[in-house]
């Protein structure tokens, strides 16, 4: 059984809810519109390549929206994550920006921590993300006045309360289109336009990050419990999600 078939189900609003994605993506695309013809989109979907992004890569696509999609490619991606990504871009409408880490950053790293660093302590496996994931999206952000997400408040208690569109950060705005979307809604939308999707979800992955830090599931676990499953529940967040407030006290130094 693959992941349409285990996991397509709409909720009973759901066309309500995917009319509510739709005005938000045109808005977003209206409010942070180049500021000048032909220039670049003040406004960019962050992609993981996982089941929710590609509904969004898919609606901006099909919507013709001007508005940009980015990849952090973390150098640590499984081979499927990859191959997909491969896809997107060639078939894309809207530009896909990849930012991967900086090397020499990753080789110091490496050479002084080892590759299982993620593993020895949550303070190193976040400077692992630091590296590999914050620093990119710095630059993936630059000059954005804002971005969108595929967080849905289903994913996990840390993401319970996530609005539709979070202005907590002075810096730019983060929109999350899907956030009251269920995992069966998000199924139900990719067999209705039958998207292509990383077949990791067909192996049980519900998330998928990088290699070393994701697992596949059993029937029961925590949606995101095949991230850092080794790690205490409170800390499964690699920081590009954690508020501004909370990230300038948790993020490595």
């Given at each position: 059984?693959?992941?349409?078939e285990l996991n397509a189900r709409a909720s009973s609003d759901f066309?309500?809810?995917?009319?509510?994605?739709?005005?938000?993506?045109?808005?977003?695309?209206?409010?942070?519109?180049?500021?000048?013809?032909?220039?670049?989109?003040r406004v960019s979907?962050?992609?993981?390549?996982?089941?929710?992004?590609?509904?969004?890569?898919?609606?901006?696509?099909?919507?013709?929206?001007d508005i940009g999609i980015f990849v952090l490619e973390t150098g640590m991606l499984h081979a499927e994550t990859l191959a997909l990504l491969d896809r997107l871009k060639a078939t894309s409408?809207?530009?896909?920006?990849?930012f991967t880490p900086v090397n020499e950053s990753v080789v110091q790293f490496v050479a002084r921590e080892g590759k299982d660093a993620m593993y020895k302590s949550i303070a190193l496996r976040k400077a692992c993300c630091h590296i590999r994931k914050m620093e990119p999206l710095a630059r993936a952000l630059a000059g954005k006045d804002a971005w969108i997400t595929g967080l849905r408040r289903e994913q996990s208690g840390a993401?319970?309360?996530?609005?539709?569109?979070?202005?907590?950060?002075?810096?730019?705005v983060k929109i999350n289109p899907l956030a009251i979307w269920t995992w069966g809604d998000v199924w139900h939308f990719i067999d209705l336009h039958?998207?292509?999707?990383?077949?990791?979800?067909?192996q049980f992955y519900p998330s998928i990050g990088c290699a070393p830090c994701t697992r596949a599931i059993s029937l029961g676990e925590d949606f995101r419990a095949g991230r850092w499953w080794w790690e205490d529940e409170a800390a499964k967040e690699c920081g590009l999600h954690v508020n501004q407030s909370s990230s300038q006290e948790k993020a490595p130094a």
């Open positions: 059984m693959n992941a349409i066309e309500a809810k995917l009319a509510e994605t739709v005005s938000l993506l045109q808005q977003a695309a209206h409010d942070y519109a180049p500021r000048v013809a032909g220039g670049i989109p979907q962050a992609s993981s390549l996982g089941a929710e992004d590609v509904v969004l890569s898919h609606l901006i696509n099909s919507l013709q929206l409408r809207a530009p896909v920006e990849v993401r319970a309360e996530v609005p539709l569109i979070d202005t907590t950060d002075a810096t730019r039958q998207i292509d999707y990383n077949p990791l979800h067909d």
